[in-house]
């Protein structure tokens, strides 16, 4: 009865151990999410835009880095899972982002906003 429980005791460990982290191959900001603001948010979201440059967006709503961004990840991440942002219809707006970068973002917010 013991060696069977050792048995036991062995075989969960090692299953333990094999288990696959869900989030290591996850999008970072610096392996994904970083273009993706590049690409569709910096024309109007960042700190060397000013006035009639920033097409309405709030001066303090800037992704110039992953410290800039800190306190915005929730609001970012809903607004492009939305496809609120970028916005339609504004002269300076870029096309809305595609299929692959809304999952990229749905991805990096499932793994907790990692940096890298
Ligand atoms: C053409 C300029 C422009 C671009 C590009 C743009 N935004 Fe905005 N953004 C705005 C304006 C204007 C507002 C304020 C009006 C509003 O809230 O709709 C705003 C507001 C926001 C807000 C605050 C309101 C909310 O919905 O929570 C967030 C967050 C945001 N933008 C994220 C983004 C992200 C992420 C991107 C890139 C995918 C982006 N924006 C691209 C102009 C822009």
């Given at each position: 009865m013991r060696r069977l429980f050792l048995l036991f005791a062995l075989l969960f460990t090692a299953c333990a151990g094999d288990e696959v982290d869900p989030c290591v191959d996850a999008p970072t900001y610096e392996s994904g999410v970083r273009d993706v603001?590049?690409?569709?948010?910096?024309d109007c979201h960042h700190t060397s835009k000013m006035g009639i440059d920033r097409n309405g967006a709030p001066d303090t709503l800037n992704f110039d880095d992953f410290e800039t961004l800190q306190d915005d990840v929730v609001a970012i991440a809903d607004a492009i899972t939305s496809g609120k942002m970028?916005?339609?219809g504004t002269p300076d707006a870029p096309p809305g982002t595609s299929?692959?970068?809304?999952?990229?973002?749905?991805?990096?917010?499932?793994?907790?906003?990692p940096e890298d």
């Amino acid at each position: 009865m013991r060696r069977l429980f050792l048995l036991f005791a062995l075989l969960f460990t090692a299953c333990a151990g094999d288990e696959v982290d869900p989030c290591v191959d996850a999008p970072t900001y610096e392996s994904g999410v970083r273009d993706v603001l590049d690409d569709k948010c910096v024309d109007c979201h960042h700190t060397s835009k000013m006035g009639i440059d920033r097409n309405g967006a709030p001066d303090t709503l800037n992704f110039d880095d992953f410290e800039t961004l800190q306190d915005d990840v929730v609001a970012i991440a809903d607004a492009i899972t939305s496809g609120k942002m970028p916005p339609r219809g504004t002269p300076d707006a870029p096309p809305g982002t595609s299929a692959a970068q809304r999952d990229t973002v749905t991805e990096w917010r499932r793994c907790g906003f990692p940096e890298d």
